[in-house]
């Protein structure tokens, strides 16, 4: 009777492998288009997306062979261990354990064969084990397993990574020639990895030295966040009041924070390594000899290969100075947005008032800074100069621009906006330039880029100061040629395109930090427009807050009569770092919760600091002496009278001549 069930047991297997035969050839065909498919997939992957791209792929090997479990394992000699860093099982099938290390104990002869004799092990049932095998075949038949593949990886010598392939429901055959194919798949996926912890070595070599070589008073740090190690430079030593040679520590950083502040310290560490985003915080320390002073800490968490954050890394500046500045700060840009600077002579604003209007009927305001800039947009509107818009986000650089092109000699023709910095980084030159079939992995078909779109009209390029270093001397070649090729092209394309662009970011200290190209700064730069925030335009808050009221009052059926004093001294106060977008926000926020006729402003509004930087006052001080010294060149320097300087500028005549000794000016 054994006989007769050993027989049978040899003819299903037999019957097995010639199924497994015939329908080999049109698998491996298969399988080797699904390889071939996986591994364009690889190529010049994002190393933040090697870990999701190989569980993709073993998902689909997965579904490919109808096994249940398939893993990758790394071996790790130096702790006899190993450990599972990727796998994927079938629905019902247990899970293993991942991202814990493994003992070689509880699988040594499998760990012989595999990582020291460099074997494949090929099981098919858990009876074809030997007996010296027998610790583990108790470890799999835990995990559940009937049929094993196990397939060594080397990359350049040892075996490193482990390819293994699981039946838990049945027991299945594993054909040899199944063998180099996976391999060749297990190949791909370490030589990503490996490509992935080289990326992230070179990019933390070099943000750190990036920051190292920028940054001047800042005090440099980093954070193990397993051993509560803490390195710092030694500004940041000084900094703190930190021995030079003192071993730092995170306990050691929280015994200078102020008690007053530590809690909210800890608690903006730890949320942003619980949730991976950027650390801001300001504090107060107490040096060693009891001087207390003000920090600004920002910084952000780096991953390790699973995705957990290792290290806090970031810098720490000393803003006491600033802090103690604040208010006189504040006190003096409010006197700056209440000088009564008039732009141009009245019979340049008549002339011009009904053009300004048709380019400008959204731009709320009429204080003299906002008028300053309609007035500049309009002067460069009718010509096709290359136009930078500088500002804060939020202060209405597209609206200006729209207006320009609405305004120009190309409003017949479409202007085409392209957000720099919504654009992936590896998109961004095909949608500027477009591209042909086939230039890249993914490009099935041909792509008018946006400036070809534009041609004859205007391309707006927002936010230009994230585009990509590499991208700009292309960019630069357009703006000075007129001409690009697309992606997997030889053929130049011409095109005759008016460029505007913006920005919120200092170009000029991003060229000094190598981020953006002289030469194109310089040839963007042709003519700039610099719009004021919201903070430095006080006076238009009254007007845009009833226009916003009457917005949305209208799209939700209210309507509101007065807008209370109180409500809009709240208003005036407020420091609005997200300039007019965020007072719209709050607005219709403050239309929702209002009863009918009643608007009332609610939401208390957190004071943020203002802006402290000092090229704010120099850039409004330039303002003011350019339009002061346009006046006097219209009036032939006359001061006094109807038709003298400080008539046209709304100023007492004494009161003139302080701001002209204070700006430097001189009678030529």
Same mark, same amino acid.
């Given at each position: ?28 065909? $298969?399988?080797? +288009?699904? %390889? /071939? ?5 690889? *190529?010049?992957?994002? !190393? #933040?997306?090697?870990? @999701? ?62 990582? $020291?004799?460099? +074997?494949? %092990? /090929? ?5 074809? *084990?030997?007996?010296? !095998? #027998?610790?583990?075949? @108790? ?62 070595? $070179? ?466």
């Amino acid at each position: 009777m054994r006989k007769l069930t050993e027989a049978s047991e040899r003819l299903n297997t037999e019957i097995k492998r010639r199924k497994e035969a015939q329908r080999s050839p049109r698998e491996r065909l $298969l399988f080797e +288009e699904l %390889l /071939s498919a996986i591994s364009a997939r690889f *190529i010049s992957l994002p !190393a #933040n997306r090697v870990d @999701e791209e190989i569980h993709n792929a073993m998902t689909e090997v997965l579904g490919f062979f109808k096994v249940d479990r398939f893993a990758l394992l790394q071996t790790l000699p130096d702790k006899k261990s190993w450990m599972i860093t990727h796998s994927v099982a079938g629905a019902g099938v247990p899970s293993v354990p991942i991202a814990s290390e493994l003992p070689i104990s509880i699988n040594p002869w499998a760990y012989e064969k595999l990582v $020291l004799k460099k +074997e494949v %092990l /090929s099981i098919e049932k858990m009876e074809d *084990i030997p007996s010296e !095998a #027998n610790v583990d075949k @108790e470890t799999w038949m835990k995990w559940g397993i009937r049929s094993n593949l196990n397939i060594p990886i080397m990359i350049g010598g040892p075996v490193d990574h482990i390819l293994a392939i699981n039946s838990v429901k049945q027991e299945r055959l594993w054909p040899e020639e199944l063998v180099p194919r996976l391999r060749l798949l297990g190949e791909i996926f370490v030589n990503a990895i490996e490509r992935s912890k080289a990326q992230k070595a $070179l990019q933390e070599s070099e943000e750190r030295l990036s920051l190292a070589t920028s940054a001047a008073e800042a005090g440099l740090w980093m954070l193990d966040i397993d051993t509560g190690i803490l390195w710092a430079t030694p500004i940041l030593r000084e900094l703190f009041g930190f021995h030079p040679d003192e071993v730092l520590s995170y306990e050691r950083f929280q015994e200078a924070i102020h008690p007053d502040d530590l809690d909210g310290v800890k608690e903006r560490v730890h949320q942003s390594i619980e949730t991976k985003s950027f650390l801001i915080a300001e504090y107060r320390i107490r040096k060693p000899d009891g001087n207390l002073r003000w920090i600004v800490t920002r910084g952000r968490p780096e991953n390790g290969t699973l995705g957990h954050p290792l290290r806090l890394m970031g810098v720490s500046m000393d803003i006491t100075g600033l802090k103690e500045m604040e208010s006189q700060l504040r006190e003096q840009l409010v006197e700056i947005n209440k000088l009564k600077l008039q732009l141009e002579n009245e019979n340049v604003y008549l002339r011009e008032e009904r053009k300004m209007e048709q380019g400008f009927g959204k731009m709320i305001g009429s204080s003299s800074t906002l008028q300053y800039v309609l007035f500049r947009a309009h002067q460069v509107a009718p010509t096709d100069a290359t136009v930078l818009i500088l500002g804060e986000t939020g202060v209405g650089k597209g609206m200006v621009a729209n207006a320009i092109h609405e305004m120009s000699a190309r409003r017949d023709k479409p202007m085409v906006t392209v957000n720099c910095a919504a654009l992936p980084a590896n998109l961004i030159e095909s949608e500027l330039f477009g591209r042909e079939k086939g230039a890249f992995t993914g490009a099935h078909a041909r792509q008018i880029g946006r400036f070809e779109v534009a041609n004859g009209g205007t391309i707006f390029l927002d936010e230009i100061g994230e585009l990509p270093l590499e991208l700009q001397a292309k960019l630069l070649r357009v703006l000075q040629d007129g001409e690009f090729e697309r992606l997997g092209s030889p053929r130049t394309v011409k095109v005759d395109v008016r460029v505007i662009a913006s920005t919120s970011r200092d170009l000029k200290e991003e060229m000094c930090n190598r981020r953006f190209r002289e030469d194109l700064y310089y040839r963007l730069n042709t003519f700039p427009v610099t719009l004021p925030p919201l903070r430095m335009r006080i006076e238009d808050i009254p007007e845009l807050a009833r226009y916003f009221i009457d917005k949305y009052g209208r799209k939700m059926g209210k309507r509101f009569d007065t807008i209370s004093k109180e409500a809009i001294d709240r208003l005036s106060e407020y420091s609005w770092p997200g300039n007019v977008r965020e007072l719209e926000h709050i607005i219709e926020r403050a239309v929702i919760t209002s009863s009918e006729q009643d608007f009332q402003l609610t939401e208390p509004l957190e004071h943020g600091s203002v802006e402290r930087e000092e090229g704010v006052l120099k850039e409004f001080n330039a303002m003011a002496r350019e339009h002061i010294q346009q006046v006097l060149k219209e009036t032939r320097w006359k001061i006094e009278g109807k038709a003298g300087a400080a008539a046209f500028l709304g100023l007492h005549p004494s009161t003139l001549r302080f701001r002209i000794k204070k700006l430097g000016l001189k009678r030529p």
